[in-house]
């Protein structure tokens, strides 16, 4: 067995690579979900926990079956209507396809009406990385220093969105709808936007936080929280 010792690079390598790409060096590889112990874990939906661990409870691996590890979730095109912003997120995990459990992985498809956009949210755990199928977006992150990495996609087109960073989708055609299908390197990325976090948590964040933070009025706050259905 390896100690950490036996895996920190010569000073000579030190010196040729920055801090950051030698740190990967020494702890090998970065990874939100931790590696399974077992061929496949089939997650268990149907009964009731009574325990609660970090993840979800496999079914007797006697039981698997070719169909839990399938799914036609993403076949379907989502209800783009259901939100002021005009995108629907369908995802593949283990509600669905219960043999993601363990695997570090969700897919999803995404839906956005025209004109319609994701706005800017973050995953706190798994790195994204989407394929236009259809249509023409415009997509971003912007990294810890605030500086924005931009690009329009056409079909065929594949953009990556570092794990945790703020990142948007737009729909630049007003007439047409867009789709794009997305891995997700965890099997719960979490998803947080910005706007709702901020003006629409339960309890509210007090006014005076908003008004400091953006740079705005009271009016102002209590206007964006009606708009957002706070």
Do not use: W
Request: hydrophobic residues 35%.
């Amino acid at each position: 067995m390896h100690t950490v010792q036996n895996q920190i690079p010569s000073p000579k390598i030190m010196k040729k690579c920055s801090l950051f790409f030698c740190l990967l060096i020494v702890v090998g590889f970065v990874k939100p979900d931790p590696d399974p112990l077992q061929d496949y874990c089939i997650a268990d939906t149907k009964t009731p926990q009574t325990f609660f661990c970090n993840g979800a409870p496999c079914i007797d691996p006697a039981q698997a079956k070719a169909s839990h590890f399938a799914t036609s979730a993403l076949s379907k095109p989502g209800n783009t209507r259901g939100n002021p912003f005009g995108f629907n997120v369908t995802l593949a995990n283990i509600r669905n396809l219960p043999g993601l459990n363990t695997l570090g992985l969700t897919m999803a498809r995404v839906d956005i009406a025209p004109d319609g956009l994701i706005p800017p949210h973050a995953h706190p755990r798994a790195s994204e990385v989407t394929t236009l199928i259809k249509g023409s977006l415009l997509v971003g992150f912007v990294d810890t220093s605030n500086r924005l990495y931009t690009q329009q996609l056409r079909p065929g087109d594949t953009f990556v969105f570092p794990k945790g960073l703020v990142h948007y989708l737009y729909n630049l055609d007003s007439k047409s709808a867009a789709l794009t299908v997305s891995g997700l390197n965890s099997q719960n990325p979490g998803a947080q936007i910005a706007s709702l976090a901020s003006f629409t948590s339960k309890p509210s964040i007090p006014d005076v936080i908003l008004t400091k933070a953006y740079q705005i009025n009271g009016q102002d706050v209590t206007k964006i929280r009606q708009n957002l259905g706070g």
